[in-house]
């Protein structure tokens, strides 16, 4: 116990320490994600397919299944070095609190404006489009905090940035739309009657919030309807995990600086660019039968991708205008619940991490809102942070863990992922505080008119 | 250059670099500040006649104008290092920008959940009043960040407390209030028909949208009145400006460590608790005649109590209960239009810092707002933090610096205190993004008032 003390608050390592490589996990998987489909073929989705809607090195990326290091741009890196290396927290009055035999960290993503970690892929998209001499690129956001990202990417860069947000978060997150502008966006709800998807949508559904689905096919609409712009997406693509490996890589560091193995690594689950990029080089470990960790997806009730929906080609948006992914997913046809708070609203799942899953790497469990929140506030009284909600479905089930240790006397090492600070969730906050909140946990009934959104392949 | 280039961008301490004592600039001061009055007698206030109103501990810090270091205690020095040490950063991004030859530096405060550099003092304080055996804790905050620090180091103490919030912020800034809600604090806008003093002021000034002056009357009766409580404040007193100089330690610490010597040290002040703390062991220096710095105190056009107001008594707060002070005053009658978008509207300033003003140590100037705004969004754009309005006006001011060493081409070192982050303060961003913000200098006729204020002294 003498010697444990040793371990700093704060783990920080030293800007030389950062990784200089981004980590392709794909390179590690024997059985490799299935490709993406060309929604009117069928076909795999060609380069010169994928060009029309993405940046050129980023498709190079998106296709690389074989090269395990991808070398991160100085420019890239300098950005980086503006809030990286970001802090491995061990989490002292949080285990005192629950008095655990447990040891818990946290890899803290939050120490920047954007507020969480998607600013890691957003200045390496926004980097290669300036490279590339695009004038702008478009995208849609969920919570907010990938449009902020990418605003801040593009404003460092000098490129336009257009942001789709989705209408429900547009409209509590008023705040959010402002940094966005700040930082020189333009910010529309969506759906908006400025694209044809959008009007679709909003005919069928005219009193829809939004989803991220929708804003996506908005988003892409307006790309490869302009002269130079292209679509940038914050999750769920191959090179959102790999440009969110930074995050696994500087905690795999950090950690074997103080000779600590972990047990289990947590994280929350929306599109998959958290966990993904989290739990990437400890999963090239057990891939390559190095070591085995438990590694554990947290999603919400409200919206059960991984435990509730289907492995199958699906629609990566509403509109169907994108290419196909097989991954997990409840049906581009799934509504989420506007009655849930956070970012994780979206009907599919990382294609590298569904393939994951179904190979039986990792696994996968859901909570309900209220009392992620209630594992929220215990968190911010004791670990001084206010979580975003999105990350608190990692700290719930970190929490419930550490409680089982206590009870089985385990000395178990747990890290998870604070992808964010909630500063700009105060609306849900409130709910909460005033016991206004509720929860949804949709019927079999709810889930399968997504289901029957599926295309049959 | 290439030597240059080795220091980092964030110059991070490790945390047994910490400080282990506060420095009291006081114990070197030939000519001490003037003692606080009683308001009744005009007597100097004991030790007993301020254990009424403020924990036993801190009196002492508050009166001690001898010991140069007070130990920082164990328990505080844990709660520091959950966000602490605090990063020094090489503005390398913004100095491109401006394509200045001056090398600027800013120490940054807003890595916590408080949003500032307030947290510092707030866990001392809670700390003192646990210690004490106290239920509970009153104060007043502004643009919310005192406040929402205290809350947080009340939740870490399990200690009540309650909040004073003046009415433009509480109206401007509801997240703010749930942010202090989420810690388990109680927030009442002041003036509220809570206390005999706000009712007083409502009926004098019915319309009034609060001032700090105002609130700290309505926290410290609440406290007086009530047994087991004391109330705390987050600016002006002798003994935060002690607790704050951790700022200026590390500050310090991390510049020699890397044998950076600063010509220009630069805080916004409102109450002076991030200026004092900040200049704190560079004034030591200064005062002993080791060396010597430009410090610079920037406050806004709007509420200019260093370089337009009057080095008298004064009542600290609005109701008069508090006792004198002897400052840079506006007087306690002067109500700050609530045009002005930051925090730093008190009418005075800590009776540290007016002294070492009035005896020519450091110097003091006043911005705009409009143009605070401009080098905030700038600051935004390129170093990636969005900063809170007060911290702005340092912003501002080391601009303004950096160009003129471009005109003239000297390699000035720069080093200012980015106080804390703007994610509360979106409302008026939003007014500055739409065009709609506006400035406001007071007439001599506008201060008059206030001067008429002043106590006979």
Redesign the interface.
């Known amino acids: 116990m003498a010697e444990e003390k040793k371990i ?3 783990i ?1 390592l ?2 030389d320490e950062m990784p200089r490589d981004w980590y392709n996990v794909r390179a590690d998987m024997v059985k490799k994600p299935a490709p993406l489909l060309n929604p009117a073929t069928h076909q795999p989705m060609t380069a010169e397919e994928l060009a029309g809607v993405f940046c050129e090195e980023l498709v190079q990326q998106e296709l690389d299944n074989e090269h395990p290091l991808i070398p991160i741009p100085e420019e890239i890196r ?2 980086y ?3 990286r290396p970001s802090p491995l ?1 061990r989490a ?2 949080l285990e005192e609190k629950l008095q655990t035999p447990a040891k818990i960290y946290y890899k803290f993503e939050g ?3 954007s ?1 969480s970690h998607k600013l890691n892929s957003a200045i390496a998209q926004a980097y290669y489009a300036k490279k590339q001499g695009l004038k702008g690129v478009t995208t849609e956001t969920g919570a907010g905090q990938w449009g902020t990202a990418l605003s ?1 990417a593009c ?2 860069f000098g490129l336009d940035c257009k942001v789709y947000m989705v209408k429900v978060s547009y409209e509590q997150k ?2 959010r739309r ?2 966005m ?4 966006a333009s910010v529309t709800p969506s759906p908006s009657m400025t694209t044809e998807v959008g009007k679709k949508i909003l005919a069928e559904h005219p009193g829809t919030t939004g989803s991220l689905g929708c804003a996506i096919s908005e988003a892409v609409e307006d790309a490869v309807s302009h002269e130079g712009y292209r679509y940038v997406l914050g999750s769920v693509l191959n090179q959102v995990l790999l440009h969110q490996s930074i995050i696994g890589l500087e905690t795999k560091i950090a950690l074997d600086k103080y000779g600590i193995k972990p047990d289990m690594i947590i994280g929350c689950a929306g599109g998959g660019s958290n966990l993904g990029g989290l739990i990437s080089p400890f999963m090239g470990e057990k891939l390559r039968g190095e070591a085995d960790y438990d590694i554990v997806a947290v999603e919400p009730a409200s919206c059960p991708s991984l435990t509730r929906g289907r492995y199958a080609y699906d629609f990566c948006d509403t509109g169907m205008v994108c290419p196909l992914a097989k991954m997990y997913t409840l049906g581009s046809g799934f509504i989420p619940s506007a009655n849930h708070a956070g970012g994780l609203r979206y009907h599919g799942m990382s294609p590298v991490l569904s393939e994951l899953y179904d190979q039986g790497l990792m696994r996968a469990i859901s909570v309900e809102q209220t009392s992620v929140f209630e594992a929220a ?1 215990e968190f ?7 979580p975003a909600p999105e990350s608190s479905h990692a700290i719930r089930a970190a929490i419930d863990e550490a409680i089982r240790c206590k009870e089985t006397g385990e000395e178990k090492t747990i890290v998870f992922g604070l992808t964010g ?1 909630g ?2 969730d ?2 849900a ?2 709910k909460f ?1 005033n016991g206004e909140m509720t929860d949804y946990i949709p019927t079999d009934a709810d889930l399968q008119p997504g289901f029957d959104s599926l295309p049959k392949i």
């Open positions: 700093p608050y704060k920080y030293t800007e300098n950005f070095k503006m809030y927290v002292y009055c120490n920047n404006t507020g801040m404003a460092y008023p705040f402002e940094v502008r700040t930082y020189g506030t911010a009284r004791c670990e001084g942070i206010l600070t500063y700009f105060m609306v906050y409130e505080n």
